[in-house]
C-alpha cells in the first residue's frame, strides 16, 4: 500500500542517514495514515522536524488537498528549517518547501511543505480564506509543543474545534513534543483511543553533570571563567553556553573575545609559557603551554539575529578551533547544532510573565525548570559522552520547578483574546485549551480590548475589534494605527510601529555608552519615539545607506527589517482598512502631532511623575511604579517630565519605562475623556 517514492528516498543525504527517526518511517506513516491525531515523542535532534514533514510529502499521506503546515514556536526556527529541509531535498526555499512567519512569506502555489510560526497559522486562520490556514492544510504538525507556548495552546483548541467539525474534512493532525511527557495531549484529543502514541527512542551518551560549589554572584564572569578553564583543560569539542538573553550574549561575547586576543599574543610573545590561572594567578603544571592552546570561536544565537549570522552556528569549526555557541534557550530544543560536547548552563532563561498584583506583562529572567537543565544537559550528549557545567549549586537544581508552566497561564491575554473572536469563537472562556489561562486573565483583556473600543459590551468584536485584528501587530498597536488617521500622520506612526515590531535596537548602543544618551544626530528631546523617528527618516534620506547607518551608530540590518514590516503594515491599510492614503504630518517641527497621536493610541500606556519622589512614576492601568530607563533621552531631564507615554515595562530588580514619550498632562482629559478627567 505504501506509495513512496524510492528515488527520492535513495537521495537522502549523508547527514541524516544516521537519524534515529529514519527506523521509524513506516510507522509514522501509517499512524498517520489510520488516525486523525498522531502524538509523537523523540529526543531533540533525532529528526523530528526535518524528516516527519518530509515523511508525509513522499509517501503522500495526505487524503485532501493543500499543504502540510509545520509550526514551531520561533520564526528563526521555521526559516532555518525550512532552508536546511529545501536543501536536503534539493529545492529552492519557496518552491516545495517554504516558511511563512510574520513580516516575511517565503512560499508560492507549489510549496506543499511550508514551516510556518504557530502564530502565523493561528492569524492566516482568522483571516480566513479557503487557501489560509488550517483551511488550506491537509496535514497541520505542531512541532515543539512540549515548550506550551500560547500560540501552540491556541491552535491546538483551533485544529481540535477543526476535528470536531470535520471541517476540513480528512484533516491530520501531528503534536511533536521532544520531552516524555506526552500525556496532556493524548488526553486532550480524547485519550488512548483517539490518538496514536509514537515514541522515537533517542540516542543519548551519558553526561556528567558538575555543580558550582558555591552560588555565583556574576553569571556573565561565572561563565566566562568556565569557558576558558574548560578550553584549556578539556579536549577538543565545542561548548554550547545558554545565557538569559541578548544583552548577556553580547557582553559575554566581548570578554571572550578580548581573552582570544590576549592569548594570541601571548602564543606570539611567550609561546611555551604555561598559561597562568585566571583566578588564583598561579600556573599548575597541568595547564597547557600557550603554543598549545587552540583559538577560540565565538558564535552567538538568539532570535532576534539576523539570519545569514544564525546560520553561521551550525559551520562546523576549522582545525585547531573550539566553537563557543552562546544562546538563549533557543537552543534547548528547536535547534539542534552538531558537534557540541560540552554544555554551560547558568540555570536562566527569560519568560514572558504577567505580575499577578498589576496584571503588567514583562519579559523577566528566572531560573528555569528541571526538564528544561536536563534538557539543556542533554545537548552535550548527542555525538558521544558529554559534560554540563551548572553554574549554581545542586540544592538549586533541586528547588527549580519540575516544568516550566505553559505560557498561556503567565501571559498577557488580550491579543489572543481578539484573535479568538475574530475566528468566530462565542465563548473565548469555552474554548478548549490544554491549561485553561486564569479567569481573571480573560476578564482584563477583555476590559482592555474594550477600553480601546475593540469589544463592545456584549463581548463581540466591535467594526473596530475586525480591523484591528486584521493588523499584523499587537492591539495597541494596531489601535494607534488607527488613531492615526485623525491626526493625519500615519506615515510617521507607521514608521515608529514597523521600528517597535522589528523585535531588535535600532541604535547600536554599548554597554558604555548606555547611560549616555541617543546617537547625537537623532537627538529628540520630546522622547525616544520621535529619536526613533529622526533615525529613519534621516536613513531614508540618505538612501538607506549601510554606511551612513554604521557611521551614526544605527543598526542597519534593524532599520532594513524595519522597511519590510512598514511595507507589509502598509499594504494591511491599503488593502484591508481601505485607506486610500497615507497622510505626513511634515516634518519635525510638527512632531507635537505624533506625540498626541501616540497619546490617543496609547493611552493606556501611559505613566505621570510621582508628586514626591520626582524620579519615580506610576502607570495609568496597572498602577505600576518604574523609572525612566538610562537609555531614554529623557532620562536626564530635570525636572522629569510629569508625563509619558511608553511602549515598554521592563521589569529587573528595579522597574523601567522604555521607549517613552513626552505628553502634555492637558492633554489627557483633552484627547481621551472618557479615561481622564480634568483636575
Ligand atoms: P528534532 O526536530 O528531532 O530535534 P531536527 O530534525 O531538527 O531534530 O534535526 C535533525 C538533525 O539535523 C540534527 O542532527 C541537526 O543537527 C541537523 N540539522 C538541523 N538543521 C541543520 C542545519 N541548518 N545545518 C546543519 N545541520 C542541521
Ligand atoms: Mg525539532
Known sequence: MESERPAKRARQDQKTVALPILAFREEIVRAVRQHRVVVLVGETGSGKTTQVPRFLYEAAVATRPGSI???????????SVAHRVASEMGCEVGDLVGYHVRFLNRTSSKTKLKYMTDGMLVRESAAGGAHAGINGSSIVVLDEAHERGINTDVLLGLVKLALEEDKPPGLRVVVMSATIHAAPFVNFFGGSKEVKLVKVPGRQHPVQVFYTPAPEPDIIEAALISVL??????????????????????????????????????????????VVDQQGGLSTSSWPTYEKVQNLLVRPIYASLPFDQQELVFQPSPPGCRKVILATNIAETSITIPGIRYVIDTGLVKLKMTNPHT??????????????????????????????????????????????PAEILRCEMAEVYMQLKALGVAKVV????????????????????CRIGALDTRDDLTDLGRKLATMPVSPLYAHCLHVSFEFECTAEILSIV??????????????????????KAFHHEDGDHLCLLSAFSQWKKHQHQKAFASQNGLNHAALEKSVTIRNQLKDVLHQAWGASQISSCGGPKNWMTVRRCLLKGLFTQTARRDEVNQNSY????????????????????????????????????KSYLRTVTEVDPAWLPELCPRFFSTG
Open 229 to 274: 578553564q574548560l578550553h584549556l583543560t578539556r579536549p577538543a569539542g565545542d561548548v554550547l553556553v545558554f545565557l538569559p538573553g541578548q544583552d548577556d550574549i553580547e557582553s559575554l561575547q566581548r570578554l571572550l573575545e578580548e581573552k582570544q586576543e590576549m592569548l594570541i599574543k601571548e602564543r606570539q610573545e611567550n609561546p611555551t609559557k604555561r
Open 618 to 653: 506610576r502607570t495609568f492601568l496597572s498602577r505600576q511604579e518604574a523609572r525612566l530607563h538610562p537609555s531614554s533621552v529623557l532620562h536626564r531631564r530635570q525636572p522629569p517630565p510629569p508625563c509619558v507615554v511608553y511602549t515598554e515595562l521592563f521589569v529587573t530588580a
Open 430 to 449: 469555552g474554548f478548549p485549551l490544554v491549561d485553561k489561562p486564569p479567569r481573571e486573565a480573560l476578564e482584563k483583556a477583555a476590559h482592555f480590548l
Open 359 to 404: 496584571g503588567v506583562e514583562m519579559l523577566r529572567t528566572v531560573e528555569t525548570s528541571q526538564a528544561s537543565a536536563l534538557q539543556r544537559a542533554g545537548r552535550a550528549g548527542r555525538e558521544a559522552p558529554g559534560e554540563v557545567f551548572r553554574l549554581y549549586v545542586e540544592s538549586e537544581y533541586h528547588k527549580m520547578p519540575v516544568q516550566t
Open 69 to 79: 503546515a509545520v509550526t514551531q514556536p520561533r520564526r528563526i526556527a521555521a526559516i
Open 498 to 519: 514597523a521600528m517597535l515590531s522589528a523585535d531588535a535596537q535600532i541604535f547600536i548602543t554599548s554597554k558604555k555608552e548606555r547611560d549616555g544618551a541617543k546617537a
